[in-house]
């Protein structure tokens, strides 16, 4: 089966290729180069439409734990966005926190074709895996949480050296079948537990006398020296509070030059200014970000509506739990491991604070000025839901629909912010930088965000409007792997996608010390805590991509 | 005859992945660690291996073309117990989504009292390894947690070791409302539990009084439901004092009208101790029969627990309409499919409706079902997973044995492609 896409305009930016017209080929499921006798078996002729890699979401809390808590919490959402089955998707529902199911038609309907977890708990690993087991069409994968997991904490105060938290991460990162460390709070999860309500860059936790700033140098070092690709993920310290600006600064320059991706940094740029003491911190943000090139962000825009958030960071959803809306949350302490915290927020554009959370969004997404160093995210579903990137996509492109927004929300926080004067829009290359090429690079996918030859045919196609939203809303045609799955906005054909891992390598010897410590202290059996291969491929529709370490040979 | 070690339990709802099983041929024997929970559920003998249409034997794909030509006429079919493993999970839905039937798993009428306080005002909650190296008070309402669960003193409380305690057998256990029906509470150095009983009737209004002693409310009685006062002063000052305090209960156990409003409560009390400066947490029961299984991955399928359906295209939830013994009762119903793969005492409701059962080998009715098919145990049969009672961790199942029965999964799939 030869397939031929023809006359599209490609915007391919990891091949340097923007907005140039140019036929493709599929075969097996691959980009392929022009045969010269092979027969055409399809041809789909998109003269004039808008070509891309399918897009890639680096994160977006799909599959875990505390997703499924945030689903079970709020069936009045549910109820509000019921999905019929077909003859060919399953019913389910939406909205704030969408099923499985419906979680993986609606991204590859706005033609995204990868999205991962990031915040998968190793002990909850199984359940993350099972979930996006039953995500159909994208691609996914997870990163790994740790920092407030106990067994690193007492490597530290023991003074283990580097090489051996290396070969526990690494061990772990493949017991939990990851592909990528993220931390959150670092510490401040852990120092929770022990009745800490709050964890500075430079305090220690009361138990564990190790400060955040440590645990965030360890683990970077650690993913640097184990040739991880994806940088250190980083929720950082505490988020939401207003003076965090602060903290993000300390944390940029506590890293000393080390790679490190801080996620929905929007929710860490606050400063203390103005009437109301919280003002925006995205200038000075965004400055050290273009000028610290180890640095890349994704944003956690918020928009305004009813979601729920679900984090990690239960010392900071607990003591933001007086603003849950409808008025019920959940907290958990988790098996020595880590926590979670779910809080519904219904963000309001009349609330001066909501309403400057969301300008400060956007201030970041203009003023960092190198779109392969951000992402673009809601923090799915803590910002809003991941349905709505084509609204963020129009808002980032045209700026009188930008300003005419700007001028619906509160007027107080409309003075405090530098919205209305900033001109920059992006162009249709920037957006394929930030949602695919840039996506796939940070994360380390081989032959993923980009059209090359060789490369898998994850291939989107948009009908030129300038309604931004609607463009990336409806695509004509998503192809996975080289199936058309989408049909003009809707599901055609349902197929599974695969789960990308990375193995860097360890010391089998780690596992001595780690079954004393689960033998003694945990709840189950480090043979049993093992996430195996064909625990993902045993039902016949998951696979494994491992993926190569940094400066390894592809 | 093998020995196979490290061996996860599906039945006991607390994850107890120590045991070591002798395998021979299709019999086993607990060999270590068993309980009076899970010994007999893994020793169960293999009777049935021929499904049944009616009391006589016939091949699978008979039995299966049998049950999915009554499905197929059927106006609103009920799935009930739900007791099975995550893939036997993901086949049901599968099959009631295309059939448009209702999903129940067994031990809803229990889970939902933690479902309705959990979805109308939420908790705080923990997971058995930190109840085992931090929870220094250990606070069980209105059940009798080693009936419950017999190892869950000896693995989760008498630990030898601990991370964040220097003596676990200085932890404090106190029940509140039900006694206790032995010893297992007893801390290894002879210090018994506190007992303050009370009926079931009075649970309620004694939990109530203990929540408002927390917030520091003065009261006017020095007694309720026969509880001193002074007693229920000093419990509240303990959890306010205490390092971690949990407070368990199993919802299964609070057999009176309106219970979840005593979880709640509960629920409420833990959220009030830890805004008044002190950390503790909340820690339910259950596990058992598939529940947390079969909840879970409802919840990820359909964003709704396990009592929910799919009549009108689309997933439903109501926690009391879609009682699958109510809607069998009043002629809601007229098909019923009943799915237990891990207990072969648990068996469908009395009804005159035409009955399917995917059952645990060795199953026995008092009438004979219109369709019986004889399924795999997962965990012993097959591998798969299962979740424990606390909801976080998944375990691993093993399979132990090679038996010619199939797994849920296969039975449903084939019936959903029978459709
Ligand atoms: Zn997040």
Not at chain 1, 181 to 193: L, Q, S, T
Not at chain 2, 155 to 184: C, H, V
Not at chain 2, 340 to 369: C, H, W, Y
Request: hydrophobic fraction near 40%; glycine fraction near 8%; proline fraction near 5%.
């Amino acid at each position: 089966m030869l397939i031929k896409l023809t006359g599209g305009i490609i915007y391919d930016p990891a091949n340097g290729i923007a907005g140039k017209q140019q036929d493709i080929y599929i075969q097996d499921g691959k980009i392929v180069n022009p045969p010269s006798d092979a027969v055409v078996t399809q041809e789909y002729d998109i003269r004039g439409k808008i070509v891309m890699a399918g897009a890639i979401d680096l994160h977006s809390h799909i599959g875990g734990g505390k997703g499924n808590i945030a689903r079970i919490l709020m069936p009045e959402n549910h109820r509000l966005d019921a999905v019929a089955h077909t003859d060919i998707t399953r019913a389910g529902t939406g909205h704030a926190m969408p099923s499985t199911f419906t979680t993986g038609y609606r991204y590859a309907e706005m033609g995204y074709t990868a999205a991962f977890e990031p915040a998968v708990l190793p002990i909850n690993a199984r359940q993350a895996h099972m979930e996006m087991g039953d995500t159909p069409i994208i691609d996914k994968g997870g990163y790994v949480l740790m920092g407030s997991d106990d067994y690193l904490l007492r490597m530290m105060v023991a003074k283990k050296d580097q090489k051996a938290i290396n070969d526990y991460m690494a061990w772990t990162l493949q017991a939990a079948q990851g592909i990528g460390i993220k931390v959150v709070n670092a510490g401040g999860i852990n120092a929770f537990k022990f009745n800490q309500r709050r964890l500075d860059l430079d305090e220690k936790n009361p138990h564990y006398p190790v400060t955040p700033r440590q645990i965030l140098k360890t683990l970077a070092t650690a993913v640097q020296e184990l040739g991880i690709s994806h940088p250190l993920h980083v929720h950082g310290s505490n988020l939401g509070i207003p003076g965090n600006d602060e903290t993000t600064l300390n944390t940029i320059e506590g890293i000393e030059g080390l790679p490190m991706h801080l996620t929905h940094i929007q929710f860490h740029s606050y400063g203390t200014e103005g009437d109301f003491k919280f003002s925006s911190g995205a200038a000075r943000i965004a400055e050290a970000i273009n000028k610290n090139k180890n640095i890349t962000v994704d944003v956690g825009q918020i928009m305004f509506g009813q979601t729920i958030t679900a984090s990690g960071d239960n010392m900071r959803q607990f003591a933001n739990h007086k603003l849950a809306n409808p008025n019920k949350w959940v907290c958990m302490d988790i098996e020595c491991d880590a926590g979670c915290g779910l809080v519904p927020f219904k963000y309001r554009d009349q609330n001066f604070v909501n309403a400057l959370q969301w300008a400060i969004g956007l201030e970041t997404f203009l003023l960092v000025e190198d779109p392969w160093r951000i992402f673009l995210t809601t923090d799915h579903p803590n910002g809003a839901p991941f349905t709505t990137y084509p609204h963020l996509i129009r808002l980032l492109m045209d700026r009188s629909f930008r300003n005419d927004m700007l001028a619906t929300i509160h007027p107080e926080a409309q003075k405090m912010t530098t919205l209305g004067s900033i001109t920059r829009e992006y162009t249709m290359e920037e957006i394929a930088i930030l949602t695919r090429a840039g996506a796939a690079r940070l994360t380390g996918l081989v032959g993923r965000g980009s059209l090359g030859v060789g490369d898998f045919a994850d291939i989107t196609v948009y009908s030129e409007n300038s309604d931004r939203e609607a463009m990336f809303s409806t695509p004509d045609y998503v192809f996975k792997d080289g199936n058309l799955v989408v049909k003009d906005g809707k599901v055609v054909k349902v197929t599974w996608g695969t789960t990308h891992v990375v193995r860097p390598n360890y010391d089998a010897s780690v596992e001595k010390d780690l079954k004393d410590y689960f033998d003694r202290y945990m709840t189950m059996k480090v043979g049993n805590f093992k996430i195996s291969d064909d625990e993902i491929t045993e039902d016949g529709r998951g696979s494994l991509t491992v993926h190569p370490l940094k400066g390894a040979a592809i | 005859m093998i020995e196979i070690t490290e061996v996860p339990s599906p039945f006991c709802g607390i994850g107890t992945d120590d045991l070591s099983i002798q395998v021979e041929g299709l019999s086993l024997k607990v060999s270590a660690n068993g309980c009076a929970v899970n010994t007999p559920a893994f020793e169960q003998a293999m009777t049935d291996l021929q499904p049944r249409i009616n009391g006589e034997e016939v091949s699978l794909s008979e039995a299966v073309n049998h049950a999915a030509e009554l499905l197929k006429n059927a106006n609103q079919p009920v799935i009930g117990g739900c007791a099975t493993d995550v893939n036997g999970m993901r086949a049901l839905l599968e099959l009631a989504d295309k059939n448009g039937a209702v999903v129940d798993n067994v031990n809803f009428v229990g889970a939902r009292r933690n479902f309705l306080a959990m979805q109308d005002s939420g908790w705080m909650n923990t997971t058995l390894a930190e109840l085992k190296n931090r929870c220094d008070v250990l606070l069980i309402v209105g059940t009798d947690l080693e009936s419950f669960a017999p190892r869950f003193f000896e693995r989760y409380l008498w630990n030898q070791e601990s991370m964040f305690l220097e003596d676990t057998s200085a932890r404090q256990i106190i029940y509140l409302g039900k006694a206790p029906s032995g010893a297992a509470s007893t801390s290894p150095n002879g210090k018994k539990a506190q007992v303050l009983p009370c009926s079931n009737e009075d649970l309620p209004q004694v939990v109530a009084v203990l929540r408002a002693l927390i917030k520091g409310k003065i009261i006017a009685a020095t007694e309720v439901g026969g509880i001193a006062i002074a007693d229920l002063q000093a419990i509240a000052n303990t959890l306010k004092a205490a390092q971690y305090g949990v407070i368990t209960w199993a919802a299964g156990a609070l057999v009176y009208s309106q219970a979840e409003l005593t979880v709640q409560t509960i629920c409420e009390m833990v959220k009030d101790i830890n805004d008044n400066g002190t950390r503790c947490s909340g820690f339910p029961l259950g596990g058992k029969e598939g529940d947390q299984t079969a909840n879970q991955v409802c919840g990820w399928t359909t964003g709704y627990p396990a009592r929910m359906r799919f009549s009108s295209g689309m997933p439903e939830y109501d926690p009391h309409l879609y009682d699958s013994n109510l809607m069998l009762a009043n002629g809601e119903a007229d098909v019923l499919v009943w799915v237990q793969a891990f207990n072969a005492a648990i068996v469908p409701p009395k009804t005159d409706k035409p009955t399917i059962v995917l059952g645990r080998s060795g199953m026995t009715f008092e009438k004979e079902p219109e369709v019986f098919i004889p399924i795999a145990t997962p965990g012993i049969d097959h591998a798969g997973h299962a979740y424990r009672l606390d909801n976080v961790v998944a375990i691993r199942l093993k399979k132990l044995r090679d038996s010619t029965l199939p797994s849920t999964a296969e039975v449903l799939s084939a019936m959903t492609q029978a459709l």
